[in-house]
């Protein structure tokens, strides 16, 4: 697949890093072509090449968004057309509420990826790599649970997006789980959340991720 992937920090890196080894073309759609690729994690001049937004967008039938939340109406705005194109949503609205404590800024009733959909006119909106640390875009593999991988759940309300998603999640090494259409990305934000929560708990450690036992 062709794939513009918005922003090239640590999810962006990893995901195209990881991307690029199984085969895929990826472009990175960021504000200073030159600079970020000296300043990027994970080596991405490698992985792929970098250009501004529109031009990685043009270039591609996967678009990833990997920015901050709160950057994503002026990414948006900057895309160019994206009708008819598969949009993978892995921000999550994160902010420090009064208290000091991480939160959603949108939930419950919305969520991000709901959010990002009204904006993007005609594109195909999917919800997912939103739920771990980046580094397991990077390295996948828990061994010594026999056939259990780590999942990647997913949601959309578009068939080929999913597919896309199916694609790419096993290509990282991940079960893909459906869990429905876009408004369940009401689950799968703060599930984000939750993985944070825990990786602090751990004293920052995020080599752990969610698995389904089935029967
Ligand atoms: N960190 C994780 O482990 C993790 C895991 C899952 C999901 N997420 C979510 O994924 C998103 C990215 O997280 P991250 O940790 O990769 O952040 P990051 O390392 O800070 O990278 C953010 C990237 O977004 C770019 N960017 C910011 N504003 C932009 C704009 N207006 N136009 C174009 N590019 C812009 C930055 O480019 P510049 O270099 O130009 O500033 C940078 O390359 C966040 O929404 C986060 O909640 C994070």
């Known amino acids: 697949m062709n794939i ?3 922003g090239a920090g640590n999810v962006g890196g990893a995901l195209g890093r990881s991307w690029a080894k199984a085969g895929h073309s990826i472009f990175f759609g960021v504000r200073d072509p030159g600079g970020t690729m000296t300043k990027a994690p994970f080596a991405v001049g490698s992985a792929g090449t970098a250009c501004l937004v529109p031009d990685a967008v043009r270039q591609a039938e996967v678009i990833v968004l990997a920015t901050p939340y ?3 109406p002026d990414v948006i705005r900057t895309m160019g057309d994206v009708h008819g194109k598969i949009i993978i949503d892995c921000t999550n609205p994160l902010f ?4 000091g404590s991480l939160s959603l ?3 419950s009733s919305t969520s991000g990826a709901e959010e990002i959909e009204r904006l993007v006119k005609g594109a195909r909106v999917a919800k997912a790599f939103n739920t771990y640390g980046f580094e397991n875009f990077v390295d996948s593999s828990y061994p010594g ?3 259990a991988k780590p999942v990647m759940l997913y949601c959309s309300d578009d068939d080929e997006a999913k597919e896309v998603v199916e694609q790419l999640a096993t290509d990282l090494g991940f079960e893909p789980v459906d869990t429905g259409g876009l408004g369940m990305a009401r689950s799968l934000e703060p599930l984000a959340l939750l993985w944070i929560r825990l990786a602090m ?4 450690n995020p080599n752990f991720t969610w698995a389904m036992l089935k029967r």
């Open 4 to 6: 513009a992937i918005i």
């Open 70 to 72: 709160e950057a994503v």
């Open 96 to 99: 420090l509420n009064a208290e």
């Open 105 to 107: 800024s949108v939930g």
């Open 145 to 147: 649970y026999g056939d």
């Open 201 to 204: 708990r751990r004293g920052r």
